[in-house]
Nanobody, 126 residues
């Protein structure tokens, strides 16, 4: 069994940094990559950032690169997403995901992820 639990969401002012965390438990030894996705009301769930389980590679959605930073600690089975100077348009439910199928690059398609958390709401006010 695998469980992913997100934390750190909430209401923040535009410009205030926010860090989301994801704690993984269970059969984490099979993880290859971890990722963050988001889903705004009326929109599809979209890729935000991903990192290989060993931390050697990262990938970001082009529109968010430089504004978000993903990091991981596989000794603690956690992955974090730091939002730098967030703007109201990033308001969404943010989901943590884990992939267990080997790939040479960080997966960016949600169909490539095997496990999902329940999500945490992030609301950025102007």
């Amino acid at each position: 069994q695998v469980q992913l639990v997100e934390s750190g969401g909430g209401l923040v002012q535009a410009g205030d940094s926010l860090r989301l965390s994801c704690a993984a438990s269970g059969r984490t030894f099979g993880f290859v990559s971890m990722g963050w996705f988001r889903q705004a009301p009326g929109k599809e769930r979209e890729f935000v950032a991903g990192i290989t389980w060993n931390g050697h590679r990262t990938s970001y959605a082009a529109s968010l690169k430089g504004r978000f930073t993903i990091s991981g600690d596989n000794a603690k089975d956690t992955v974090s997403l730091l939002m730098i100077n967030p703007k109201p348009e990033v308001t969404a439910v943010y989901y943590c995901a884990a992939a267990s199928d080997f790939r040479s690059t960080v997966p960016t398609n949600r169909n490539e992820y095997n496990y999902w958390g329940q999500g945490t709401q992030v609301t950025v006010s102007s």
